[in-house]
Structure formats: structure tokens, C-alpha cells
């Protein structure tokens, strides 16, 4: 079974995301906070991580940039998932986020985000090496 880091401070978000991916088969692990992410992704190898921009402690471009930059956690894709506009796309795409959703699209819909996490988990070649 494959492993979502979710990373978002507001606790409604949080558990309505935690609880649809648990339906849709994976495991969940969550983190409230940029420090803790790192810690988290650090120490549970996830094998996807969604990532709220606006977090406490740590910011999530820091997060992001942190995550590429340790080998430990390089090859884990980063979705990002915030309120921030799409003008900021192309930099965190730049930065190693493997895609990128504005929390208002998501509200009518959790489709988006499941089609996007699949997606990603898909082109992994990573994930059929270790027998997922």
C-alpha cells in the first residue's frame, strides 16, 4: 500500500484529506507544520507528500526546497496543495514539486487531487522496485 505525507496546518483540511485518501486505499502519515514534515519525511520514506505553502515554522517553498535538497528525501514527489495563485506554479515546479493544485479547485471535488496522486505515483519507477 502506497504512503501519503500530508502536510497542513488547518486541522479541518487535514483530516477531510487524511480520511479521503484512506478511502481511495493509501496510507496516511500527516504533519502540521514545515519542521515536522521534514522530520516525517525523513523518517517514514513516504511515497508521495502533499504540501500546503503556507505552513508554521517552516514555510512550504522551504520545506520544498529542503526535501530536494537531502538525499533522503529527493526522489519523494511533493504535490503542492494551496491557496496561494497559480502565478507561483512554475517556480515551485522549479523548485522539485512534481504538480501543482489551488486548493479552491478542490473544493467541489476531491477528483482532481486522486487523479493527480495517481498520476504521479504512476510514473514512478521507484515504487515497482520496492514492490508496490
Not at 519542521?35 to 519525511?41: G, H, K, P, S, T
Not at 491557496?83 to 522539485?96: A, P, R, S
Amino acid at each position: 500500500m502506497q504512503t501519503v505525507l500530508v502536510v497542513e496546518d488547518s486541522k479541518l483540511m487535514r483530516v477531510e484529506r487524511e480520511h479521503m485518501l484512506k478511502r481511495a486505499g493509501y496510507l496516511v502519515t500527516t504533519a502540521v507544520d514545515g519542521e515536522a514534515a521534514l522530520v516525517a519525511a525523513r523518517d517514514g520514506h513516504p511515497d508521495l507528500i502533499l504540501l500546503d505553502m503556507l505552513l508554521p515554522k517552516m514555510d512550504g517553498p522551504s520545506v520544498l526546497r529542503a526535501l530536494k535538497a537531502d538525499p533522503s528525501t529527493a526522489q519523494i514527489p511533493v504535490v503542492v496543495v494551496t491557496g496561494l495563485c497559480q502565478k507561483n506554479e512554475e517556480k515551485l515546479i522549479n523548485d522539485g514539486a512534481a504538480a501543482f493544485l489551488e486548493k479552491e479547485s478542490l473544493l467541489k471535488s476531491p477528483d482532481p487531487l486522486l487523479y493527480t496522486i495517481k498520476k504521479v505515483l504512476q510514473s514512478l519507477p521507484y515504487l515497482s522496485k520496492r514492490g508496490r
